[in-house]
């Protein structure tokens, strides 16, 4: 039995709760359920009357009442149409289609979901084929072995923990659900579904490139609209986050001299089009750029995961297709030498905000952090970085450093290694004309994003949790939730 229970009547008018609920009561084994029914009348009548007698109680009470009473009731259904679903299942290895031997039917288990435990009697048999014992409706239902989570409460635990840490969405679940699951039990299953997911990215970046055959884009062509020329933007950047590596070993370790790393780089990028990317404000001075479409990709597996889920990001942003590609990030050199690599024709610019901080040392060193002799200072060679004349830059700080205190003429010192290092990659005026960004800001504001969930006081974490987290918030943020969880399909959206 497939059931869909209707979000309203209007949108899909059969089958209806009714009788769906009859079909329960009429034909299943367990006749219990028809004083289930009865009973949830009842408490729902008797609900409805004490709000008669409080009318101080608003519509939030009705809510919540409705809500709770129904709560048992939905859990029998689920309850019933799994075991539907389950009886129905082949009896076969759903790995080889081969015939099970040594059944023994009617296994109970119990399941944990959204409206609460739920118990299913299912087939169990040996594989002769795959020598491993088999469960067909559990795989059917998307039951994992190892965890009595429903696929429902799967995803919860996934999209709770990855968005908050799992106390705070112990307390979160409980409110909005009803239902209680402890911290490390949602902790727990995220850390499941992230890695999961991890095997569904390897997969999917893996994957060979399907381009259409030549002939079918001439075609298209011929008949279509030339597809309408676009700059691709990628944005790269590192943060780094806390790991407890050597659980307990510490204290040996550092008596022993060994090193003890903590600190782990992040590495995170974007892309998107540039037509993407609108500016919203009233004054024109007070203008905030919106990406309205984006890819994400953040990984603690290092660079070379990274380019790899990067290039397959690009690629689904058409970088095939782009007309130009442009790279923004700060100085990082495993960046430039990264896209020398892998986006060797793209267009290479330094993040503008990165390139006058080394300025501003300089002036806070010669005349004093913040002072108004350092901004005047500073100003005249802020505009020369602007307008493409970092040359002249170079040469004023290389003449004023024989005048300079030892801490200016170091801070002078870095800016003419940065600015000699980067300069073909600080053409601004030509990012003015061509209304692109001269900064990697979209790219840092996801960094601050992730970090506010990633790095709070007190939080540690395994290379393993990390990035199991991590790749659940890119299924989310790159809309691949469902490749994950595909009952997600289902969202109802009603507005009337
Ligand atoms: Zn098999």
Redesign the pocket.
Known sequence: MTVYLPQNRSQSPSPSLETLLDEIVLHGEDKLLEQDIARWREDLQKRLEQLDQHPEQGLGFIEEHVRQAALQLQRLIVQKAMQDKANQTDEK?P??Q?SLSHKKRRVPRWVDAYCGKVKLLRTHGW?L??EQWIFPADRVLGLRQDSTASPLVQEMCALLVSKMPAEQAEALCLRLTGRSLSRSTLAREAQRQGEDAITVRQRLVEAPVHLPPASKTKAARVGGQPPEPFTLVIQIDAWNIRERDHWGQTAKMRRRQQKVERWHWVYTATCFRLNHRVTKGRFKTKLRAIITERSYVATRSGVEPLMKQLYFEARARGLAQAQRVLVIADGAVWIWNLVEDRFKDAIQRLDLYHANTYLWAVANEMQGAGSPEARRWVKPLLKQIRNDQVANVITQLAELKPQLAAAATKAADKAIEYYQNNQKRMKYKQARQRKEPVGSGAIESTCRQLQCRMKRCGQFWSTRGDEALLCLEMFWRNERWELLFPHAKLTAVSNN
């Open positions: 290895c790995d080889c081969g594989c084929h795959c």
